[in-house]
């Protein structure tokens, strides 16, 4: 979700259906203590916070782009683990938020 550019929080949690706000920011808070986010925090009146990843958080794409064609070829369409998303969502969720 944040290959494209920086996001704000808000657009992260819509972008991510069934998560709460709070497994959310554990979850941007782990990133960003592993490097591969940043979080932003820009003054104003309401403060706004956007998340954009680091040199290295870019450099999953690759790795990324590997695991959704393995999704692809071997888990069959809308069989994904525990109820999680399948292959099919993972990487249509990554496509959909490239830029042309």
Known sequence: ML????????????????????LLTERLR???SAGIIRREVQSGS??????????GGCELREALDAVGR????????????????DGDDLVSGLRSHEEP
Do not use: C, K
């Open 3 to 22: 290959l494209p550019g920086p996001r704000r929080f808000n657009e992260l949690l819509a972008s991510v259906p069934g998560i709460s706000d709070r």
């Open 30 to 32: 782990e990133l960003e």
């Open 46 to 55: 309401p403060v706004r916070v956007q998340y954009e990843l680091t040199q």
């Open 70 to 85: 393995w999704a692809e070829r071997w888990l069959p369409a809308g069989q994904g683990a525990h109820g999680a998303p």
